[in-house]
């Protein structure tokens, strides 16, 4: 399994960054994809998740302002970050499990400027 995450980068506050992660090797349309972050000195969290029928969840800190899709053709799943804020700043990283083992993506930098 491999999961390939891009979109990434640097804005002041109150921007917007739209996060993409395609996943190669697995059954794409039959597992829950999600998004964690980690910032520096802290542990990764649980950011946003999408189950195989389209039904998201957000961490309490960004419900509202993030977005989470899925696109079962192109085996990609979207984070769409609004209204971002300098404590979304993180390294975010794309998660799926397959065979009760955990994948990650390699991550991609988000910094958020006030």
């Known amino acids: 399994v491999q999961l390939q995450a891009s979109g990434g980068g640097s804005v002041q506050a109150g921007g917007s960054l739209r996060l993409t992660c395609k996943a190669v090797g697995v059954n794409f349309s039959l597992v829950r994809m999600a998004w964690y972050r980690q910032a520096p000195g802290q542990e990764r969290e649980l950011v946003a998740s999408?189950?195989?029928?389209?039904?998201?969840d957000f961490h309490d800190s960004v419900r509202g302002r993030f977005t989470i899709s899925r696109d079962n053709v192109r085996r990609t799943v979207f984070l769409q970050a609004d209204s971002l804020k300098p404590e979304d700043t993180g390294v975010y990283y794309c998660h799926t499990t397959r065979g009760g083992r955990d994948f990650w993506g390699q991550g991609t930098q988000v910094t958020v400027s006030s």
């Open positions: 999408i189950t195989r029928d389209g039904v998201s």
